[in-house]
C-alpha cells in the first residue's frame, strides 16, 4: 500500500545530542512536510519542501534542519536536542497539484533525557 | 495574521448528534479540511470543502461559509470510537506555498 512511513516511532536522545528522523513516503508526491506537535497542541509546521525548494517558516528555530535527497526521503534533523524539543514529529505529504489532501505518518515521539 | 479557532472540548452522547465549529482569518484560502486525531497518533483526513456548502461523507458531514470564515464538522450516530480530537486545517497557498495551517483541535468525548 502506497503510504508514509517514519522511522523509528519512538525515539530518546539525550540533552544535546544531535538526532535525526526520517520519512519516507510511496505517494511520489511533490510536497514533504515536517510537524512538531506537543500535548494538546495544534501541529506547528516547521519547514516544507516542494520538489527540491526549500521553505523554511519564519519562527522555526536553526536547531532544525531538513533534507530531502530525493523525491521519497525526507530527513529532519535536531543538531542540540533541548527539553522543550519534546515532541511528537509528524511527517506528512501532498501532491501539491490535483489532490489537496495532506497524508500523514504516524509520526515518531521524541524523548529528551 | 494566521488565525483558526475551535472549541477546546465537547461531550456527547453515543448515538447522538454533535457540530463542531471552525472560524479562520487566513492570508490565503485553498480549501479547509478536517482531521481526526486518536491520543498519540497522526491526524487522518475526513473531509475537505473548497466552495460554500455541504459535504456529506456517511456519518461525518462538513460546511464551508467563506464569505464568514467558517466551516462545521457534523458527526451523526455517535460511537464510542469517535472520542477523539477533531482538527481543522485551512490550505493557505497564497504564491503557491502549498502550507496548512491547523487549529489547536476540539477533544470530543463520547459518553455511554
Known amino acids: 500500500d502506497a503510504m508514509v512511513i517514519q522511522n523509528p516511532r519512538y525515539q530518546v536522545t539525550q540533552f544535546g545530542k544531535p538526532v535525526t528522523l526520517s520519512c519516507s513516503q510511496t505517494?511520489?508526491?511533490?510536497?514533504m512536510y515536517w510537524y512538531q506537535q506537543k500535548s494538546s497542541q495544534a501541529p506547528k509546521l516547521l519547514f516544507h519542501y516542494y520538489d527540491k525548494d526549500f521553505n523554511n517558516e519564519a519562527d522555526t528555530p536553526d536547531n532544525f534542519q531538513s533534507r530531502r535527497p530525493n523525491t521519497s526521503f525526507c530527513f529532519l534533523d535536531i543538531r542540540s536536542p533541548g527539553l522543550g524539543d519534546a515532541a511528537m514529529y509528524l511527517c506528512?505529504?501532498?501532491?501539491?497539484?490535483?489532490?489537496?489532501?495532506?497524508?500523514f505518518g504516524p509520526g515518531t515521539r521524541l524523548t529528551v533525557t | 495574521g494566521q488565525n483558526i479557532d475551535q472549541p477546546t472540548e465537547m461531550t456527547a452522547t453515543e448515538g447522538a448528534i454533535v457540530q463542531i465549529n471552525c472560524t479562520y482569518q487566513?492570508?490565503?484560502?485553498?480549501?479547509l479540511f478536517w482531521y481526526q486525531q486518536h491520543a498519540g497518533e497522526a491526524p487522518t483526513f475526513l473531509s475537505y470543502n473548497v466552495l460554500d456548502g455541504l459535504e456529506e461523507k456517511g456519518r461525518f458531514s462538513s460546511f464551508l461559509s467563506r464569505s464568514k470564515g467558517y466551516s462545521y464538522l457534523l458527526l451523526k450516530e455517535l460511537q464510542m470510537k469517535d472520542s477523539a480530537s477533531y482538527l481543522c486545517a485551512v490550505r493557505d497557498s497564497p504564491s503557491g506555498t502549498y502550507k496548512y495551517i491547523f487549529g489547536t483541535g476540539t477533544r470530543l468525548k463520547v459518553l455511554a
Open positions: 487566513t492570508s490565503g484560502f485553498n480549501g
Open positions: 506528512a505529504t501532498s501532491s501539491g497539484t490535483s489532490d489537496y489532501e495532506q497524508y
Open positions: 505517494l511520489n508526491h511533490n510536497v
